[in-house]
């Protein structure tokens, strides 16, 4: 969340930030601003709300030899223009933008106000701003030393000066920074798609790493002064991997795109002759993969879901005892890590700031840690033990989708792996990697029934209110429905198991609180039949996504989505698709902004 | 869920079924209907509505010599006079009262068609009439027989017909019984509340069982007819423990009890002289205690979010590894039972279906299964291993909240006893004994506040949607919080990890959405703070639950109610009782039926 982006070469320096910020505007969009500096001169434009708001208000004569730009997600201090990013030191010689938390910023203000310092914003990072000019004698990058020497917390952070033409300082503690090597020029960002579309060679910097950077070239050490040297990577991305194409928006574009994302997610990894998944990345004999008798998969939101049908796949196929835990709970839990336990964390951006220093935290503690993640590079995947990318390309809009389906890929695979090692037979391992296989083409099926879940969805879009209900498998996939309605539409939509609703939920329901029943043919149908018909009974209206031709489902429900029969470890898959499409097309109905919903950032890098 | 009266005896028959049907209330309010017998004349009464709606239909001249009554809490078919119970054969001959859920009712409802019966209801109870009916040769007691070898599911039944004067048969498979037993007088009641003003003598029926009952007499054999001999049992509760006293309703009489039944829950299991606790029920010896390597514990609604917090504490205290699971889904999950995993059933009623299901499962695979029960003799403390009893006195509201609070009590009282064993030192065991030797004057002061809570319902009455955000151990209570408010005042309450809102629910903020933070003063204090704070940024309201004289909470939240300071094992226990009252009055400021809230029942007998 919040999206930084620098700028150092010959090109008009307003339009790249702002290109660049519009790239970013996913990770953050209460306000945005830049800071340019021409012949010594700075000038600041902030404003609140989205990009194009802040691009209204840059002249177009605008112009600056180097600069730096920031969109925000708000942490300390209300959205307002005083509080958007770049902030200015008192003498308005510097600039900087911040993306992370001072925890200390309290104390530091104290003593600044001691020293004379005046604030304006309520910011924790005008602290910065101010502590910089205070220890400035000449040299930028030295006075940024300086000042982070006496910070608690994190940041990924640009400063520039009126002093020092051509350079832009960043540092980097806990949130992502990337140098994008230009010819004659430079760039810096929190994230390589903000400069993608103008060159591919990037060094990603580490924690406790600062670069100075000019036009024609970049220097990198630590908080200490000592030199690193850093190897530059190349991007494979396509550009228009990042572009909307033909859909309205992102999130129905990576809906549109989940049978080829799946199909990456699997590629290479099936093993018709063994019956089984290879798995490279997880750095693991096979030895060491029969000794694990444990398994607990860590994540957040969207992530944490996936990690709750994973730990399901893992403890049904494998029979290895498997938990999911919010990254957030179990780094304050005192975790009690034990050998033989394998733990996974799971984060599409491979930044979450939760599931990052959960990890550290597990790993601190001996814990063997794999990385379940589609940004490749990314923290998590960097300081894991091994993982799975799960190679989605890059997922834009804020509401997951594609990478949920992914993640459940690499569960799937993993669980397979596991399984066959075990106590699975070839057969039935054949018959789950088959599923597999052809799970692109069900996929595809569900996604030529959007017209009718469009209509649901108009239908259904009086409600302010919605239960999602699902039970074993399924169980998660009521939980990530609920999260998706809730996120891009604003409606409160809450997810339960099935049958948990009689022990209190279900005093909500009324005509005006609809269910969607997740009850595909499997064991557990009958018994979600029973909570639809207890529903029901109380004169609720129910919309089931069911197996196709279930007559059973059909006569109850008011409405059916129904999806190809599968086998049992597959049916989320398919339950999910219709889910993220109903949401999409509510929050379409409801005119919201789909791809940047209100108060959300992608890429969660705060605690 | 669903309660069952019948009488056999001298007094004003029709009386004495409403009279039993007024306590049992709770247990379901969507309908209600008597059935007596006088001189081979069956007449039977049946409204939709509460037990008064029932009885103001029931003639003053109404009589009998027996009669069976029901109160009904919908699974099959809708709410309306014809769904109701009783239900009468097509000879008008037989009637019949029932709890549970006939699951082959659809089969068997062919082939009573198929033999000319006409159905006249949506019930799955329905066809137990007919089908007695259809085996009725002159001995009830044996048609029912007959018929029950029929049926799969559950239930709680009691049956009568016209040709048999002064006979009232009752059977039970899954849902509970019980026989009273007075001087000349008989009663059959799915809960000794409906008998306890008659007569205190009971006797438990086991599943499987069948018992015939006379005004003089009662004998029970099984299904197979072999005879059964039966202890009667000693009520020791008080009648005026059923009754409301000086209360408006039961609900605040519970919350209000709290400081006496936390007390007793407690009560002769203190030891300081090793600083530890005394649970003789748990039947295990200190050498079993010592090889525990893992807890499990498994409830529904309420006691699930008491199973969130007992493995929170057991695990922090004791170090021992410790989860929850809902025990709906554990039971269809195909579970990993372990040698020295110690599994906890926790359930107020003692008769939860889905808990009581889902120890069977663990206990055929070979786990040991403690119960933590309020109501003594119920099923689950009868099939468990042991356990601990809480001793919180009959709870009559449907929205638990004095079993809550005893519920943790008797985890907190575990987790001392094994942490003692282990690594907790003497001094340490000994801070947190006496903190919950204090605590009971400490809940006092919470509730003193009443007055204030109310006013804070009020002031937020206007919303319809809500966020319970707490973390760590106060994280279940914020889960307990939504629950409370969602049952009794029907707002959409929500209950998050604080950390987790970021990930997606946060879009659901604006100022008609408010949050509930639960921030005692521990190590959690500022990351929650930080939280707060993203709420306000967005232009959320925030009321804060937080330790007495916290200025920084004071200064950010909108709203405080504030506790004394404990420690932080207690904090939970201090924190729930405003959440109670928050949802107490705000139901009442909404004018909904606190006690009896819509389409809830007590004591989930179905699954």
Known sequence: MCGI???????????????????????????????????????????????????????????????IGHTRWATHGAVNDVNAHPHVSQNGKIAIVHNGIIENFASLKETLEERGYRFVSDTDTEVLAHLVEDFYEGDLE???????????????????????????????????????????????????????????????????????????DFTTTDIRNTPISKKIEN?????????????????????????????????GRLDEEYATAHLGGLNMSTREL?????????????????????????????????????????????????????????????????????????????????????VVGSSIARESDGGVYIHSGPEIAVASTKAFTSQITAFYLFALLMARMRDLSFEDGLILLRGMKELPDRINAVLKQSEHIKHL????????????????????????GALKLKEVSYIHAEGYSAAEIKHGPIALINPDTPSMFIVPRDELRDKVITNMKEVKSRGGKVIALCTEGDNGVRQIADDTIEVPEVNRYLNPFLMVVPLQLFAYYMAIKLGRDVDQPRNLAKSVTVE
């Open 290 to 374: 029969l000794e694990i008798e444990q398994v607990v998969i860590i994540g957040a939101g969207t992530s944490y879901y996936a990690g709750m049908l994973g730990a399901y796949m893992i403890e049904n196929l494998a029979r290895i005892p498997a938990t999911t835990e919010l990254s957030s709970e179990i780094r304050y839990r005192n975790p009690i890590v034990k050998r033989n336990t394998l733990y996974f964390a799971v984060s599409q951006s491979g930044e979450t700031a939760d599931t990052l220093y959960a990890l550290r935290e597990l790993k601190r503690k001996g814990g063997k840690v794999l990385g379940i993640c589609n």
């Open 142 to 216: 030295e006075a940024v030393k300086r000042a982070l020497s006496l910070v608690k917390g994190t940041y990924g952070l640009l400063c520039i000066c009126t002093e020092e033409p051509n350079t832009i300082i960043g540092a980097r503690n806990g949130s992502p920074l990337v140098i994008g090597v230009g010819d004659g020029e430079m760039f810096l960002a929190s994230d390589v798609t903000a400069i993608l579309g103008h060159t591919r060679q990037v060094v990603y910097l580490e924690d406790n790493e600062v670069v100075k950077v000019s036009s024609e």
């Open 5 to 67: 982006i620098g700028y150092c070469g010959p090109k008009p320096t307003a339009k790249v930030l702002l290109e660049g910020l519009r790239r970013l505007e996913y990770r953050g969009y209460d306000s945005a601003g830049i800071a340019t500096i021409k012949d010594a001169e700075l000038t600041v434009i902030k404003k609140t709300g989205k990009i194009n708001d802040l691009a209204s208000v840059v002249p177009a004569s605008l112009d600056g030899q180097y600069g």
């Open 235 to 267: 991007i494979t991305w396509e550009l228009e991997e990042i572009e909307k194409g033909k859909y309205p928006h992102y999130m129905l574009k990576e809906i549109f795109e989940q049978p080829e994302s799946v199909k990456r997610a699997m590629q």
């Open 457 to 480: 969805a108009e239908k259904y879009s009086y409600a302010r209110n919605f239960l999602f209900l699902g039970r074993g498998l399924n169980y998660p996939v009521a939980l990530e």
